[in-house]
């Protein structure tokens, strides 16, 4: 079971657990879990900003992250995606992607000391993807 924290086009946020997420699906289950109550919920991607597979649902507050290439030769193409609400996300992904039939794409973070392993962001949320060669200043 993958952990994950969900961002929805309206802003609200769920956190839970999800072992049948597909890009290829419309929708997934997530579960969260209180006690000895398991509560499942269906999520349409259609209704997301973005999914996020984290390492810890708390994260770490004092974490200050990079906003910024370095040289390396980490793979995949380096990018900054700003999404439709101005949220910015550094990162990594195979290929650029432009498929508007796409229902998404899957991101690496650039900062891999964050709390976030990977992401799958909701293209209809999407306003750009930048190519970025960046080397801070």
Known sequence: MNKVVVHTIQGEVFKGFTGDFS???PAFLLSSEDG????NQNIKLENLKAIFFVKTFDGDFLHKTMHYFKS???YGKKVLV?????EKFYGRVEAMHSDPEDTGFFIFPLDTSSNTIRA???NGFVKSVQSMDLEPD
């Open 36 to 39: 000895a109550i398991r509560v």
């Open 120 to 122: 799958f962001v909701i």
């Open 23 to 25: 890009k290829d699906k």
């Open 82 to 86: 700003t999404f439709k609400d101005g």
């Open 72 to 74: 390396d030769d980490a």
